[in-house]
Protein backbone atom coordinates (compact mmCIF):
# COMPACT_ATOMS: atom_id res chain seq x y z
CA UNK A 1 0.00 0.00 0.00
CA UNK A 2 1.10 3.51 -0.79
CA UNK A 3 1.38 6.43 2.17
CA UNK A 4 3.61 9.56 2.04
CA UNK A 5 5.32 11.15 4.56
CA UNK A 6 3.41 11.96 7.71
CA UNK A 7 3.82 15.78 6.83
CA UNK A 8 2.28 15.30 3.70
CA UNK A 9 -0.56 13.68 4.79
CA UNK A 10 -1.51 16.12 7.07
CA UNK A 11 -1.33 18.69 4.16
CA UNK A 12 -3.48 16.49 1.78
CA UNK A 13 -6.53 17.12 4.14
CA UNK A 14 -6.63 20.46 2.54
CA UNK A 15 -8.57 20.97 -0.93
CA UNK A 16 -7.73 23.20 -3.13
CA UNK A 17 -10.73 25.10 -4.60
CA UNK A 18 -8.69 26.88 -7.83
CA UNK A 19 -7.98 23.92 -9.49
CA UNK A 20 -9.54 23.64 -13.06
CA UNK A 21 -8.44 20.20 -13.45
CA UNK A 22 -9.99 19.96 -17.32
CA UNK A 23 -9.14 23.26 -18.80
CA UNK A 24 -6.22 22.32 -20.64
CA UNK A 25 -7.16 18.57 -21.99
CA UNK A 26 -10.70 18.33 -22.48
CA UNK A 27 -10.41 14.68 -24.10
CA UNK A 28 -8.64 13.74 -21.09
CA UNK A 29 -11.23 11.56 -19.43
CA UNK A 30 -12.69 10.16 -22.50
CA UNK A 31 -13.50 6.20 -22.51
CA UNK A 32 -10.77 4.40 -25.06
CA UNK A 33 -12.14 1.24 -25.97
CA UNK A 34 -9.51 -1.45 -27.45
CA UNK A 35 -7.18 -4.47 -25.99
CA UNK A 36 -3.77 -5.36 -24.35
CA UNK A 37 -0.99 -6.62 -26.20
CA UNK A 38 -0.51 -10.05 -26.55
CA UNK A 39 0.62 -11.75 -23.40
CA UNK A 40 -0.09 -8.48 -21.66
CA UNK A 41 0.01 -10.07 -17.70
CA UNK A 42 -3.33 -9.60 -15.68
CA UNK A 43 -2.34 -10.14 -11.73
CA UNK A 44 -3.42 -9.24 -8.48
CA UNK A 45 -1.19 -9.31 -5.09
CA UNK A 46 -1.21 -9.79 -1.20
CA UNK A 47 1.94 -10.00 1.36
CA UNK A 48 2.59 -12.81 4.02
CA UNK A 49 2.13 -10.41 6.99
CA UNK A 50 -1.30 -9.47 5.44
CA UNK A 51 -2.95 -12.51 4.83
CA UNK A 52 -0.90 -15.77 6.03
CA UNK A 53 -1.90 -15.11 9.74
CA UNK A 54 0.15 -18.62 11.40
CA UNK A 55 2.55 -16.06 12.74
CA UNK A 56 4.34 -18.14 15.51
CA UNK A 57 3.68 -21.64 14.08
CA UNK A 58 5.74 -24.46 12.11
CA UNK A 59 8.95 -22.83 13.72
CA UNK A 60 8.47 -18.95 11.93
CA UNK A 61 10.28 -16.62 13.89
CA UNK A 62 8.67 -13.27 15.12
CA UNK A 63 8.66 -10.69 12.61
CA UNK A 64 8.98 -6.55 13.09
CA UNK A 65 5.19 -6.46 12.45
CA UNK A 66 4.18 -9.55 14.68
CA UNK A 67 6.20 -7.41 17.44
CA UNK A 68 4.25 -3.77 16.36
CA UNK A 69 1.07 -4.92 15.91
CA UNK A 70 1.76 -6.47 19.38
CA UNK A 71 2.23 -3.74 21.08
CA UNK A 72 -0.82 -1.97 22.19
CA UNK A 73 -1.87 1.66 20.82
CA UNK A 74 -0.06 0.75 17.44
CA UNK A 75 -2.64 -0.87 15.31
CA UNK A 76 -6.43 0.99 15.41
CA UNK A 77 -8.82 -1.42 16.99
CA UNK A 78 -5.65 -3.74 18.43
CA UNK A 79 -6.22 -5.81 15.49
CA UNK A 80 -2.96 -8.22 14.27
CA UNK A 81 -1.60 -10.27 11.76
CA UNK A 82 -1.71 -13.30 13.90
CA UNK A 83 -4.75 -15.08 11.75
CA UNK A 84 -5.14 -12.34 9.15
CA UNK A 85 -6.93 -14.44 6.36
CA UNK A 86 -5.34 -17.62 7.49
CA UNK A 87 -4.00 -17.98 4.28
CA UNK A 88 -1.19 -20.47 5.64
CA UNK A 89 -4.17 -22.94 6.01
CA UNK A 90 -6.32 -21.76 2.74
CA UNK A 91 -4.17 -21.56 0.47
CA UNK A 92 -5.73 -23.98 -1.69
CA UNK A 93 -8.93 -22.18 -1.73
CA UNK A 94 -7.02 -19.18 -2.54
CA UNK A 95 -5.80 -20.29 -5.67
CA UNK A 96 -9.02 -21.89 -7.15
CA UNK A 97 -10.46 -18.64 -6.54
CA UNK A 98 -8.15 -17.04 -8.56
CA UNK A 99 -8.32 -19.74 -11.15
CA UNK A 100 -12.52 -19.21 -11.13
CA UNK A 101 -11.13 -15.77 -12.24
CA UNK A 102 -9.12 -16.44 -14.77
CA UNK A 103 -6.05 -15.27 -13.17
CA UNK A 104 -3.04 -16.41 -14.57
CA UNK A 105 -0.69 -14.43 -12.46
CA UNK A 106 -0.36 -13.90 -9.01
CA UNK A 107 1.87 -11.45 -6.65
CA UNK A 108 2.68 -12.79 -3.19
CA UNK A 109 5.57 -11.88 -0.76
CA UNK A 110 7.96 -14.40 1.41
CA UNK A 111 8.09 -13.95 5.38
CA UNK A 112 11.59 -13.88 5.75
CA UNK A 113 10.97 -15.13 9.50
CA UNK A 114 9.18 -17.99 8.06
CA UNK A 115 11.86 -19.41 6.45
CA UNK A 116 15.27 -18.33 8.72
CA UNK A 117 13.43 -17.58 11.93
CA UNK A 118 16.57 -15.01 13.41
CA UNK A 119 17.23 -13.72 10.02
CA UNK A 120 20.58 -15.67 9.41
CA UNK A 121 21.60 -18.51 7.06
CA UNK A 122 24.01 -19.22 10.45
CA UNK A 123 20.59 -19.85 12.57
CA UNK A 124 19.54 -22.24 10.55
CA UNK A 125 16.48 -22.73 7.65
CA UNK A 126 13.20 -23.76 8.74
CA UNK A 127 11.91 -26.37 6.67
CA UNK A 128 8.28 -26.05 7.58
CA UNK A 129 8.29 -22.58 6.05
CA UNK A 130 10.18 -23.39 2.54
CA UNK A 131 8.01 -26.33 2.35
CA UNK A 132 4.92 -23.75 2.57
CA UNK A 133 6.32 -21.58 -0.06
CA UNK A 134 7.13 -24.91 -2.23
CA UNK A 135 3.62 -26.23 -1.48
CA UNK A 136 2.37 -22.86 -2.51
CA UNK A 137 4.20 -22.29 -6.06
CA UNK A 138 3.61 -25.83 -7.02
CA UNK A 139 -0.50 -25.29 -6.00
CA UNK A 140 -0.50 -21.98 -8.16
CA UNK A 141 1.79 -23.89 -11.20
CA UNK A 142 -0.43 -27.06 -11.10
CA UNK A 143 -3.43 -24.32 -12.12
CA UNK A 144 -2.01 -22.46 -14.56
CA UNK A 145 -1.05 -19.64 -12.40
CA UNK A 146 2.50 -17.93 -12.57
CA UNK A 147 3.58 -16.90 -9.51
CA UNK A 148 5.62 -13.11 -9.07
CA UNK A 149 7.47 -13.38 -5.68
CA UNK A 150 8.04 -10.31 -3.63
CA UNK A 151 11.00 -10.99 -1.25
CA UNK A 152 10.75 -8.27 0.94
CA UNK A 153 7.38 -6.96 2.18
CA UNK A 154 8.55 -5.08 5.39
CA UNK A 155 8.36 -8.51 7.81
CA UNK A 156 11.94 -8.10 8.60
CA UNK A 157 13.28 -10.63 11.41
CA UNK A 158 12.50 -8.98 14.60
CA UNK A 159 15.81 -11.02 15.41
CA UNK A 160 17.74 -8.42 13.01
CA UNK A 161 15.91 -5.28 14.34
CA UNK A 162 17.05 -6.38 17.78
CA UNK A 163 21.10 -7.29 16.79
CA UNK A 164 21.53 -4.42 14.41
CA UNK A 165 18.98 -1.65 14.25
CA UNK A 166 17.16 -2.88 11.00
CA UNK A 167 18.04 -0.83 7.74
CA UNK A 168 19.69 2.05 8.96
CA UNK A 169 22.67 -0.14 9.53
CA UNK A 170 24.64 -2.04 6.42
CA UNK A 171 25.71 -5.14 8.08
CA UNK A 172 21.98 -6.34 7.51
CA UNK A 173 22.82 -6.13 3.46
CA UNK A 174 24.74 -9.49 3.66
CA UNK A 175 22.03 -11.21 5.48
CA UNK A 176 18.90 -9.83 2.76
CA UNK A 177 21.86 -11.46 0.15
CA UNK A 178 22.12 -14.99 1.61
CA UNK A 179 18.29 -15.02 2.17
CA UNK A 180 17.81 -13.98 -1.45
CA UNK A 181 20.48 -16.18 -2.71
CA UNK A 182 18.18 -18.98 -0.50
CA UNK A 183 15.22 -18.24 -2.52
CA UNK A 184 16.35 -17.77 -5.83
CA UNK A 185 17.92 -21.40 -5.35
CA UNK A 186 15.38 -23.04 -3.65
CA UNK A 187 12.23 -21.73 -5.71
CA UNK A 188 14.10 -19.94 -8.72
CA UNK A 189 13.40 -23.43 -10.89
CA UNK A 190 9.41 -22.65 -11.08
CA UNK A 191 9.83 -18.24 -9.96
CA UNK A 192 10.50 -16.26 -12.81
CA UNK A 193 9.60 -12.83 -11.50
CA UNK A 194 11.09 -11.11 -8.84
CA UNK A 195 10.80 -8.75 -6.57
CA UNK A 196 13.52 -7.64 -4.16
CA UNK A 197 11.69 -4.96 -2.27
CA UNK A 198 8.47 -3.34 -1.97
CA UNK A 199 7.57 0.39 -1.33
CA UNK A 200 11.03 1.51 0.37
CA UNK A 201 9.87 4.97 0.36
CA UNK A 202 7.00 4.16 2.46
CA UNK A 203 9.03 1.41 4.80
CA UNK A 204 11.92 3.76 5.41
CA UNK A 205 9.62 6.96 5.87
CA UNK A 206 6.84 5.61 7.48
CA UNK A 207 9.53 2.74 9.42
CA UNK A 208 12.16 5.33 10.32
CA UNK A 209 10.85 8.95 10.19
CA UNK A 210 7.35 8.45 11.96
CA UNK A 211 7.41 5.44 13.65
CA UNK A 212 4.00 5.13 12.31
CA UNK A 213 5.05 1.39 10.99
CA UNK A 214 7.18 -1.27 12.19
CA UNK A 215 9.60 -1.32 13.58
CA UNK A 216 8.21 2.12 14.89
CA UNK A 217 11.35 4.58 14.96
CA UNK A 218 10.02 8.35 15.13
CA UNK A 219 13.41 10.30 13.67
CA UNK A 220 11.60 13.94 12.40
CA UNK A 221 15.50 14.46 11.49
CA UNK A 222 15.34 12.19 8.42
CA UNK A 223 18.55 10.78 9.47
CA UNK A 224 17.17 6.85 9.96
CA UNK A 225 14.78 7.08 6.81
CA UNK A 226 17.54 8.64 4.56
CA UNK A 227 20.16 5.62 6.15
CA UNK A 228 17.48 3.17 5.49
CA UNK A 229 16.92 3.87 2.01
CA UNK A 230 20.19 4.10 1.79
CA UNK A 231 21.29 0.32 2.91
CA UNK A 232 17.70 -0.79 0.79
CA UNK A 233 19.25 0.56 -2.13
CA UNK A 234 22.67 -1.93 -1.70
CA UNK A 235 21.06 -4.50 -0.62
CA UNK A 236 18.35 -4.52 -3.63
CA UNK A 237 21.84 -4.17 -6.04
CA UNK A 238 23.41 -6.77 -4.42
CA UNK A 239 20.62 -9.53 -4.78
CA UNK A 240 19.53 -8.39 -8.05
CA UNK A 241 23.75 -8.90 -9.36
CA UNK A 242 23.71 -12.26 -7.35
CA UNK A 243 20.63 -13.11 -9.51
CA UNK A 244 22.36 -11.60 -12.51
CA UNK A 245 25.59 -13.46 -11.81
CA UNK A 246 24.34 -16.63 -10.13
CA UNK A 247 21.35 -17.39 -11.20
CA UNK A 248 20.09 -16.03 -14.60
CA UNK A 249 21.55 -18.40 -16.94
CA UNK A 250 20.26 -21.16 -15.33
CA UNK A 251 16.78 -19.83 -14.11
CA UNK A 252 16.13 -17.25 -17.01
CA UNK A 253 14.07 -15.07 -14.59
CA UNK A 254 13.83 -11.18 -14.22
CA UNK A 255 14.20 -9.55 -11.04
CA UNK A 256 12.65 -5.79 -10.60
CA UNK A 257 11.51 -3.95 -7.47
CA UNK A 258 8.16 -2.61 -6.85
CA UNK A 259 8.33 1.55 -6.16
CA UNK A 260 5.67 3.58 -4.42
CA UNK A 261 4.90 6.11 -7.28
CA UNK A 262 3.02 9.49 -7.21
CA UNK A 263 2.02 11.90 -9.69
CA UNK A 264 2.24 15.57 -8.59
CA UNK A 265 0.28 18.29 -10.86
CA UNK A 266 1.77 21.39 -10.56
CA UNK A 267 -1.69 23.71 -9.55
CA UNK A 268 -0.68 26.13 -12.15
CA UNK A 269 1.06 24.65 -14.89
CA UNK A 270 2.07 28.50 -16.14
CA UNK A 271 3.14 29.41 -12.53
CA UNK A 272 7.21 27.97 -12.95
CA UNK A 273 7.51 28.42 -8.97
CA UNK A 274 4.51 25.61 -8.62
CA UNK A 275 5.99 23.69 -11.89
CA UNK A 276 9.36 23.42 -9.83
CA UNK A 277 7.79 22.85 -6.58
CA UNK A 278 5.97 19.79 -8.24
CA UNK A 279 9.82 18.43 -9.92
CA UNK A 280 11.02 18.92 -6.16
CA UNK A 281 8.11 16.89 -4.98
CA UNK A 282 8.42 14.32 -7.82
CA UNK A 283 12.19 13.52 -7.19
CA UNK A 284 12.04 13.54 -3.44
CA UNK A 285 9.13 10.70 -3.40
CA UNK A 286 9.90 8.90 -6.96
CA UNK A 287 13.42 9.67 -7.55
CA UNK A 288 14.47 8.82 -4.37
CA UNK A 289 14.59 5.11 -5.26
CA UNK A 290 14.08 5.58 -8.83
CA UNK A 291 16.73 8.06 -9.72
CA UNK A 292 19.83 5.67 -8.43
CA UNK A 293 18.06 2.46 -9.88
CA UNK A 294 16.43 3.88 -13.60
CA UNK A 295 18.23 7.43 -13.70
CA UNK A 296 21.91 8.24 -13.71
CA UNK A 297 22.57 6.17 -10.64
CA UNK A 298 22.53 8.85 -7.93
CA UNK A 299 20.22 10.44 -5.89
CA UNK A 300 17.98 13.22 -7.07
CA UNK A 301 19.52 16.87 -6.08
CA UNK A 302 16.54 17.48 -3.48
CA UNK A 303 17.81 14.31 -1.55
CA UNK A 304 21.88 15.17 -2.30
CA UNK A 305 20.79 19.01 -0.60
CA UNK A 306 19.25 17.12 2.23
CA UNK A 307 21.85 15.05 3.46
CA UNK A 308 24.50 17.87 3.06
CA UNK A 309 22.58 19.76 5.61
CA UNK A 310 22.34 16.85 7.79
CA UNK A 311 25.81 16.42 7.58
CA UNK A 312 27.02 17.02 10.69
CA UNK A 313 24.03 14.69 12.47
CA UNK A 314 24.84 12.05 10.30
CA UNK A 315 27.50 9.04 11.37
CA UNK A 316 27.21 7.17 8.09
CA UNK A 317 27.02 9.61 5.32
CA UNK A 318 24.75 8.59 2.63
CA UNK A 319 26.42 9.19 -0.08
CA UNK A 320 27.44 6.58 -2.98
CA UNK A 321 31.10 6.06 -4.10
CA UNK A 322 31.57 5.51 -8.14
CA UNK A 323 31.48 1.44 -6.60
CA UNK A 324 27.87 1.83 -5.27
CA UNK A 325 26.41 3.85 -8.30
CA UNK A 326 28.08 1.47 -10.88
CA UNK A 327 26.50 -1.21 -9.03
CA UNK A 328 22.82 0.23 -8.43
CA UNK A 329 22.18 1.77 -11.62
CA UNK A 330 20.60 -0.79 -13.83
CA UNK A 331 20.33 -3.00 -11.28
CA UNK A 332 16.66 -3.69 -12.22
CA UNK A 333 14.97 -5.76 -15.14
CA UNK A 334 11.57 -3.75 -14.91
CA UNK A 335 10.50 -1.15 -13.03
CA UNK A 336 7.64 -2.48 -10.57
CA UNK A 337 5.22 0.09 -10.13
CA UNK A 338 2.65 0.51 -6.80
CA UNK A 339 0.51 3.51 -7.90
CA UNK A 340 -2.84 4.79 -6.11
CA UNK A 341 -2.64 8.64 -6.20
CA UNK A 342 -2.19 11.77 -7.13
CA UNK A 343 -1.53 15.21 -5.88
CA UNK A 344 -1.65 18.80 -6.77
CA UNK A 345 1.32 20.58 -5.73
CA UNK A 346 2.33 24.02 -5.09
CA UNK A 347 5.36 26.17 -4.33
CA UNK A 348 5.69 27.14 -0.57
CA UNK A 349 8.82 29.58 0.45
CA UNK A 350 11.20 28.04 3.08
CA UNK A 351 13.95 29.47 5.73
CA UNK A 352 16.98 28.12 3.74
CA UNK A 353 19.04 28.25 7.08
CA UNK A 354 16.17 26.19 9.18
CA UNK A 355 13.91 24.29 6.94
CA UNK A 356 14.50 21.25 5.14
CA UNK A 357 13.69 21.31 1.03
CA UNK A 358 10.81 18.45 2.16
CA UNK A 359 9.07 21.45 3.32
CA UNK A 360 9.35 23.50 0.04
CA UNK A 361 6.05 22.11 -1.40
CA UNK A 362 2.81 21.44 -0.35
CA UNK A 363 0.39 19.46 -1.78
CA UNK A 364 -3.42 19.06 -2.37
CA UNK A 365 -6.13 17.62 -3.80
CA UNK A 366 -9.24 18.55 -5.91
CA UNK A 367 -12.67 18.83 -4.17
CA UNK A 368 -14.05 16.48 -7.29
CA UNK A 369 -11.64 13.55 -6.79
CA UNK A 370 -13.34 11.01 -5.17
CA UNK A 371 -11.87 10.11 -1.83
CA UNK A 372 -11.50 5.87 -0.90
CA UNK A 373 -11.65 4.67 2.72
CA UNK A 374 -8.20 5.49 2.66
CA UNK A 375 -7.23 9.15 3.92
CA UNK A 376 -4.63 9.36 0.90
CA UNK A 377 -6.79 7.71 -1.51
CA UNK A 378 -8.03 9.57 -4.27
CA UNK A 379 -9.61 8.49 -7.65
CA UNK A 380 -7.50 10.47 -10.11
CA UNK A 381 -7.47 8.09 -12.93
CA UNK A 382 -5.49 10.49 -15.25
CA UNK A 383 -2.47 10.55 -12.86
CA UNK A 384 -1.80 7.07 -13.65
CA UNK A 385 -0.92 7.77 -17.69
CA UNK A 386 1.35 10.76 -16.92
CA UNK A 387 3.14 9.26 -14.44
CA UNK A 388 3.49 6.34 -16.79
CA UNK A 389 5.11 8.72 -19.54
CA UNK A 390 7.02 10.68 -16.76
CA UNK A 391 8.70 6.76 -16.23
CA UNK A 392 8.96 6.72 -19.89
CA UNK A 393 10.78 10.22 -20.50
CA UNK A 394 13.25 10.05 -17.17
CA UNK A 395 13.82 6.77 -16.30
CA UNK A 396 14.83 5.46 -19.41
CA UNK A 397 12.42 3.40 -20.94
CA UNK A 398 11.93 0.23 -18.67
CA UNK A 399 9.97 -2.22 -18.85
CA UNK A 400 7.29 -1.41 -16.40
CA UNK A 401 4.99 -3.82 -14.15
CA UNK A 402 2.03 -2.20 -12.82
CA UNK A 403 2.36 -4.32 -9.55
CA UNK A 404 -0.43 -2.84 -7.05
CA UNK A 405 -3.18 -0.63 -7.80
CA UNK A 406 -6.39 -0.49 -6.00
CA UNK A 407 -9.11 1.04 -3.95
CA UNK A 408 -10.54 0.27 -0.17
CA UNK A 409 -13.91 0.47 1.02
CA UNK A 410 -15.14 0.57 4.74
CA UNK A 411 -15.85 -2.13 7.07
CA UNK A 412 -19.36 -1.80 7.21
CA UNK A 413 -22.54 -3.59 7.73
CA UNK A 414 -23.47 -5.04 5.32
CA UNK A 415 -20.43 -5.41 4.02
CA UNK A 416 -19.61 -3.64 0.21
CA UNK A 417 -20.15 -6.65 -1.94
CA UNK A 418 -21.40 -4.50 -5.13
CA UNK A 419 -18.44 -2.50 -5.07
CA UNK A 420 -18.78 0.25 -7.57
CA UNK A 421 -16.40 2.47 -6.55
CA UNK A 422 -14.07 0.11 -6.80
CA UNK A 423 -15.24 -1.59 -10.37
CA UNK A 424 -15.00 2.81 -11.13
CA UNK A 425 -11.84 3.38 -9.95
CA UNK A 426 -10.38 -0.12 -11.85
CA UNK A 427 -12.25 0.02 -15.01
CA UNK A 428 -10.64 4.13 -14.93
CA UNK A 429 -7.08 3.06 -14.15
CA UNK A 430 -6.93 0.40 -16.23
CA UNK A 431 -8.18 2.61 -19.43
CA UNK A 432 -5.32 4.77 -18.56
CA UNK A 433 -2.85 2.30 -18.86
CA UNK A 434 -4.32 1.65 -22.21
CA UNK A 435 -3.85 4.73 -23.57
CA UNK A 436 -0.14 5.17 -22.30
CA UNK A 437 0.86 2.06 -24.21
CA UNK A 438 -1.01 2.88 -27.06
CA UNK A 439 -0.69 6.50 -27.41
CA UNK A 440 2.45 7.64 -25.16
CA UNK A 441 4.05 3.76 -26.14
CA UNK A 442 4.80 3.07 -22.42
CA UNK A 443 6.20 -0.35 -22.48
CA UNK A 444 3.98 -1.22 -19.95
CA UNK A 445 4.36 -5.39 -19.71
CA UNK A 446 1.70 -6.05 -16.36
CA UNK A 447 -1.47 -4.71 -14.43
CA UNK A 448 -1.84 -6.15 -10.80
CA UNK A 449 -4.46 -5.23 -9.07
CA UNK A 450 -4.44 -4.67 -5.12
CA UNK A 451 -5.49 -6.74 -3.82
CA UNK A 452 -7.27 -10.53 -4.71
CA UNK A 453 -9.24 -10.14 -0.93
CA UNK A 454 -9.49 -8.01 1.85
CA UNK A 455 -6.53 -8.17 4.21
CA UNK A 456 -4.51 -6.61 7.21
CA UNK A 457 -3.70 -3.03 6.45
CA UNK A 458 -1.03 -2.25 8.39
CA UNK A 459 -1.82 0.57 11.07
CA UNK A 460 -5.60 0.55 9.68
CA UNK A 461 -6.18 -3.53 10.62
CA UNK A 462 -9.00 -4.70 9.06
CA UNK A 463 -11.08 -1.10 9.20
CA UNK A 464 -9.93 -0.63 5.22
CA UNK A 465 -10.92 -3.42 2.54
CA UNK A 466 -9.04 -2.92 -0.68
CA UNK A 467 -10.45 -7.02 -2.15
CA UNK A 468 -11.74 -7.80 -4.82
CA UNK A 469 -13.21 -11.06 -2.72
CA UNK A 470 -14.55 -9.67 0.58
CA UNK A 471 -13.13 -11.44 4.09
CA UNK A 472 -15.06 -12.05 7.15
CA UNK A 473 -12.64 -11.33 10.06
CA UNK A 474 -15.40 -12.03 12.70
CA UNK A 475 -15.53 -15.98 11.18
CA UNK A 476 -12.95 -18.56 12.88
CA UNK A 477 -12.83 -19.90 8.96
CA UNK A 478 -12.42 -16.72 7.48
CA UNK A 479 -14.85 -17.59 4.67
CA UNK A 480 -14.11 -15.21 1.23
CA UNK A 481 -16.70 -14.27 -1.53
CA UNK A 482 -16.40 -12.88 -4.77
CA UNK A 483 -17.41 -8.82 -4.26
CA UNK A 484 -18.47 -7.88 -7.97
CA UNK A 485 -15.38 -6.10 -8.86
CA UNK A 486 -14.24 -9.85 -8.76
CA UNK A 487 -16.71 -9.98 -11.96
CA UNK A 488 -15.44 -7.01 -13.66
CA UNK A 489 -11.73 -7.90 -13.45
CA UNK A 490 -12.53 -11.40 -14.55
CA UNK A 491 -14.07 -10.20 -17.93
CA UNK A 492 -10.98 -7.73 -18.50
CA UNK A 493 -8.73 -10.62 -18.17
CA UNK A 494 -10.95 -12.89 -20.38
CA UNK A 495 -11.45 -10.03 -23.24
CA UNK A 496 -8.06 -8.77 -22.30
CA UNK A 497 -9.71 -5.28 -22.21
CA UNK A 498 -12.32 -3.50 -23.51
CA UNK A 499 -12.21 -4.60 -27.09
CA UNK A 500 -13.36 -2.40 -29.84
CA UNK A 501 -16.98 -2.73 -31.02
CA UNK A 502 -17.84 -5.27 -28.96
CA UNK A 503 -21.02 -5.65 -26.80
CA UNK A 504 -18.83 -5.56 -23.82
CA UNK A 505 -17.82 -1.89 -25.03
CA UNK A 506 -21.43 -0.89 -24.86
CA UNK A 507 -21.34 -1.87 -21.09
CA UNK A 508 -18.29 -0.98 -20.20
CA UNK A 509 -18.92 2.74 -21.47
CA UNK A 510 -22.30 2.98 -19.80
CA UNK A 511 -20.70 2.03 -16.38
CA UNK A 512 -17.89 4.77 -17.37
CA UNK A 513 -20.91 7.60 -17.97
CA UNK A 514 -21.92 6.17 -14.59
CA UNK A 515 -18.67 6.16 -12.48
CA UNK A 516 -17.97 9.65 -14.04
CA UNK A 517 -21.51 11.16 -14.23
CA UNK A 518 -23.60 10.22 -10.93
CA UNK A 519 -22.35 10.54 -7.20
CA UNK A 520 -21.95 6.46 -7.09
CA UNK A 521 -18.35 6.75 -5.29
CA UNK A 522 -19.37 9.25 -3.26
CA UNK A 523 -22.68 7.92 -1.80
CA UNK A 524 -20.53 4.32 -1.13
CA UNK A 525 -18.77 6.31 1.24
C1 LIG B 1 24.89 -9.65 -15.99
O1 LIG B 1 25.44 -10.91 -16.27
C2 LIG B 1 25.96 -11.02 -17.59
C3 LIG B 1 26.36 -12.48 -17.83
O2 LIG B 1 27.19 -12.94 -16.80
C4 LIG B 1 27.13 -10.08 -17.76
O3 LIG B 1 27.64 -10.15 -19.07
C5 LIG B 1 26.63 -8.67 -17.49
O4 LIG B 1 27.70 -7.77 -17.52
C6 LIG B 1 25.96 -8.59 -16.12
N1 LIG B 1 25.36 -7.27 -15.99
C7 LIG B 1 25.77 -6.39 -15.10
C8 LIG B 1 25.11 -5.07 -15.16
O5 LIG B 1 26.63 -6.62 -14.28
C1 LIG C 1 -19.37 -13.14 9.54
O1 LIG C 1 -19.26 -14.25 10.37
C2 LIG C 1 -20.01 -14.15 11.56
C3 LIG C 1 -19.66 -15.35 12.42
O2 LIG C 1 -19.81 -16.54 11.70
C4 LIG C 1 -21.48 -14.09 11.20
O3 LIG C 1 -22.25 -13.95 12.38
C5 LIG C 1 -21.71 -12.89 10.29
O4 LIG C 1 -23.04 -12.88 9.85
C6 LIG C 1 -20.80 -12.95 9.09
N1 LIG C 1 -20.92 -11.71 8.35
C7 LIG C 1 -21.18 -11.67 7.04
C8 LIG C 1 -21.32 -10.34 6.45
O5 LIG C 1 -21.31 -12.69 6.37
Known amino acids: MLFFFTFLIALTMVHCAHYDYGEYDRTRDDFRPGTFPDGFIWSTATASYQIEGAWNVDGKGESIWDRFSHTPGKVDRGDTGDVACDSHNKYREDVQLMKAMGLKYYRFSLSWPRIFPDGTVAGGVNQAGVDYYNNVIDELLANGITPMVTLYHWDLPQALQDRYGGWVNEEIV ?136 LKSQLTEVPEFTDEDKSLIHGSADFLGVNHYSSRITSDKPIDIQT ?160 CRGSDTVKEEL
Open 174 to 309: EHYDNYATFAFQTFGDRVKYWLTFNEPMVLCSLGYTSGEHAPGIHDPTSVSGLSCGHTLLKAHARAWHTYNTTFRQLQGGKVGIALSLLWAEPRDPDLPADVSATDRAMQMINGWFAQPIFGDGDYPNVIKETVQK
Open 355 to 514: QSVFESFQMTTAPEWPRGQSDWLFAVPWGLRRLLKYIKEHYGDPDVYITENGWSDGDVQPPVMEDTGRICYYMTYIDEVLKAIEEDQVKVRAYTAWSFMDNFEWTRGYTERFGLHYVNFTDSNRPRTPKQSASFYKDVIANNGFPKGAEVTRIVQDMWEQ
